[in-house]
């Protein structure tokens, strides 16, 4: 069965400061690769969406790389702000349809 | 609790028809998300209710799509008239906090 983690579970960072999250799976037959952000009381928001055949995939500040074959994706954020503080989340969409999630790391940027 | 429960798993149907999408969320949870899944798109959030209330229906796709929480413990989602790109699996979510997912309605529009 698949399973996905992430860590750290929670992370607080001075405003400004680049910073790293890491998800990781155990199957490596995935289809696709998804990363959220998750604000309190809200849906999720998908944020990058990288197929089995990327290797990264970039959105303004937020680049996010895919390591098929390891079983590994890590969100890079640039230049982290106050408004960047939410939980965020990765998932991995397997054969039949089947979208297993990761734990979720809870990001706080500190003006 | 049962979970989440949506209804039907599986639908079948041929454009230009009538689809509605039911889910029961999970009792005493104040949220409700509706998603679309497609295999390009990943997972897309369509609309949310907070106590019943619609909140954020920017990801609502078209004027086709209309969604109604008459009640605390029931949501439809309904698309009319359906067409073949509206082929997916849409998910119900409940929540408190944490986010639970129900099965997800598979929905192919022939």
């Known amino acids: ?111 | 609790d049962a979970g989440v429960i949506q209804s039907p798993r599986h639908e079948v149907t041929e454009m230009g028809q009538e689809v509605t999408l039911r889910c029961k969320p999970i009792s005493g949870h104040n949220s409700l998300f509706w998603y679309r899944q497609t295999m390009m798109r990943g997972l897309e959030l369509l609309i949310y209710f907070n106590n019943n209330v619609p909140i954020d229906d920017s990801g609502m796709p078209e004027d086709r799509f209309s969604a109604k929480m008459p009640n605390a413990s029931f949501s439809t989602l309904k698309i009319q008239p359906s067409e073949p790109r509206d082929s997916a699996v849409y998910f119900c979510a409940s929540s408190f906090a944490e986010q639970f997912f129900g099965p997800g309605t598979r929905l192919t529009v022939l």
């Open chain 1, 1 to 111: 069965k698949q399973e996905v983690t992430q860590i750290p579970a929670a992370l607080s960072v001075p405003e400004g400061e680049n910073l790293v999250l890491n998800c990781s799976f155990t199957d490596s037959a995935i289809y696709n690769l998804q990363w959220f952000r998750q604000d309190p009381g809200k849906g999720l928001t998908s944020l990058l969406l990288i197929q089995s055949s990327q290797r990264e995939q970039t959105s303004g500040r937020l680049n996010a790389s895919l390591d098929k074959s390891s079983g590994r994706s890590t969100l890079y954020i640039a230049a982290s702000q106050p408004g960047d503080s939410a939980t965020y989340l990765c998932a991995v969409l397997t054969g039949a349809n089947n979208l297993f999630f990761g734990t979720g790391t809870r990001l706080t940027v500190i003006p």
